[in-house]
């Protein structure tokens, strides 16, 4: 099992930028994919980002295109998620999530483990 802590949430007025941290310690950290996902208040959880073990693969949930980069850094256990351009309605709690890298990389709901979470709203 691996352990996630989600960090670099706050406050930020619409149009300004975030960069959102995640640090994995247990397991192998290059063998997971990692994924970003949000909930806002009163809706379901949705998918962000993700991106493949080491990186070359990267996915993006289509409203998202443009606006938001994931990234990782193996040798730091840290996946990143660099959010630019933001509008209010990006408001909501971000969760860090890992699975097993051998699943099928495009399965988007096969997340196994995940963080608390940390909130981040945009003002307008």
């Known amino acids: 099992q691996v352990q996630l802590v989600e960090s670099g949430g706050g406050l930020v007025q619409a149009g300004g930028s975030l960069s959102l941290s995640c640090a994995a310690s247990?397991?192998?950290?290059?063998?997971?994919?990692m994924g970003w996902f949000r909930q806002a208040p009163g809706k379901e959880r949705e998918f962000v980002a993700q991106i493949s073990q080491n990186g070359r693969n990267r996915d993006y949930a289509d409203s998202l295109k443009g606006r938001f980069t994931i990234s990782r850094d193996n040798a730091k256990n840290t996946v990143y998620l660099e959010m630019n351009n933001l509008k209010p309605e990006d408001t909501a709690v971000y969760y860090c999530a890992a699975r097993d890298g051998s699943r099928y990389f495009y399965a988007r709901d096969t997340y196994e483990s995940w963080g608390r979470g940390t909130q981040v709203t945009v003002s307008s």
């Open positions: 247990g397991r192998t950290f290059s063998g997971y994919s």
